[in-house]
C-alpha cells in the first residue's frame, strides 16, 4: 500500500475538519494567495486532484481533460473559469463534500497502483508516487491561505516530509527555470520535524546548509512564506540563492511573496 496516499488523504482530512465548522458566508472569503477565496482553493485542489486521479488510467478521459484545459488556457480563461466547467457551480459546503467525497475515493486507487508507473500530467510524466505526492504537497500549500486567513495556528505532522523531499528534489528545477548557473551540488539540509525527529539530506560537509524546522522549510519552498519571514538558518550563496527562488511546483518560474504578504491574520 502506498503510504504517499494515506498522507495525502490525512492532510486533506485536517482541512476539511477545519472548514466544516464554518459556515457558508466564510466559503466567499477572500485569502491572501491572489486573492482566492476558500471556494477558489478548494475547488482547486477538487479539479486537479480529478486530474491526477484519471491520469491512472490513461485513456480518453484524460486525452479530453488534458486538451480541454490547454484550450482554455490558450485562449485566456483563467484557472477560476477552466475549473468552473468541471466543479458546475458548486460552493460552499457542498463543494466542500464533492472534494471530500473524490479525494477519499481516489486514495484507495493511488494506495494499490504500481508506485513506479508512469502517469500523464500537463507537464513531463511521472510515476504514480510523485503524482499523489504532489497532490499532498499541492494541497498543503493551498490550504496555508486559508489557515491564515481563519488566523488558525496550522499543527503539522510528520507526513510533511513528503514534502520536504519534493522541496529538495526540486533544487536544480529552480535554477533551471530562473536561467541561473546550475550549482555543483545542494546544499545541506537539516531539518527538524513536527514530531522533534531530525531529518538530513545531502552532504554535511557541504559549506551551503539550511537548518530549522521542517515546516518552515516547507513554507519556503511552497511559496506560501518568504525566506525573510521564517527563521532557517541558511549559510553559503548558494543555500541563500536557492532560498530565494525556491519553488517546488511546476510551471514558469514565480516570484515568492513579498516579505510580510503571506501571514497569519489576526482575528
Not at 188 to 205: H, R
Request: aromatic residues 12%.
Amino acid at each position: 500500500m502506498l503510504q504517499q496516499a494515506y498522507d495525502f488523504c490525512d492532510e486533506s482530512n485536517a482541512i476539511y475538519d477545519l472548514l466544516s465548522n464554518i459556515n457558508e458566508d466564510q466559503f466567499n472569503e477572500s485569502t491572501l494567495f491572489k486573492g482566492w477565496t476558500f471556494n477558489n482553493v478548494i475547488g482547486h485542489l477538487h479539479v486537479w486532484n480529478y486530474a491526477a486521479d484519471i491520469s491512472l488510467k490513461d485513456g480518453d478521459e484524460w486525452k479530453e481533460f488534458a486538451n480541454s484545459a490547454l484550450k482554455a488556457f490558450g485562449g485566456g480563461s483563467t484557472f477560476s473559469e477552466f475549473e468552473n466547467t468541471i466543479i458546475k457551480g458548486a460552493k460552499g459546503k457542498e463543494l466542500l463534500n464533492i472534494w471530500k467525497e473524490y479525494y477519499s475515493n481516489m486514495t484507495e486507487r493511488f494506495a494499490v497502483a504500481d508506485p513506479k508507473k508512469r502517469v500523464k500530467w500537463m507537464g513531463p510524466d511521472m510515476s504514480v508516487r510523485s503524482s499523489i505526492s504532489a497532490r499532498h504537497m499541492e494541497t498543503w500549500a493551498h490550504a496555508q491561505a486559508i489557515y491564515d486567513a481563519l488566523g488558525v495556528d496550522r499543527v503539522n505532522e510528520d507526513r510533511i516530509k513528503n514534502i520536504v523531499i519534493i522541496g529538495n528534489n526540486t533544487f536544480k528545477y529552480c535554477f533551471t527555470i530562473n536561467k541561473k548557473n546550475l550549482p555543483a551540488e545542494t546544499p545541506y539540509l537539516k531539518l527538524t520535524s513536527p514530531s522533534g525527529e531530525i531529518w538530513e539530506f545531502n552532504n554535511q560537509e557541504n559549506d551551503n546548509f539550511i537548518q530549522g524546522l521542517a515546516e518552515e522549510f516547507c513554507q519556503v519552498v511552497t511559496q506560501v512564506r518568504n525566506i525573510d519571514d521564517v527563521n532557517l538558518n541558511v549559510k553559503g550563496e548558494i543555500a541563500n540563492e536557492w532560498m530565494s527562488i525556491a519553488q517546488c511546483f511546476a510551471g514558469a518560474a514565480e516570484q515568492p511573496p513579498k516579505p510580510g504578504l503571506r501571514k497569519k491574520v489576526k482575528k
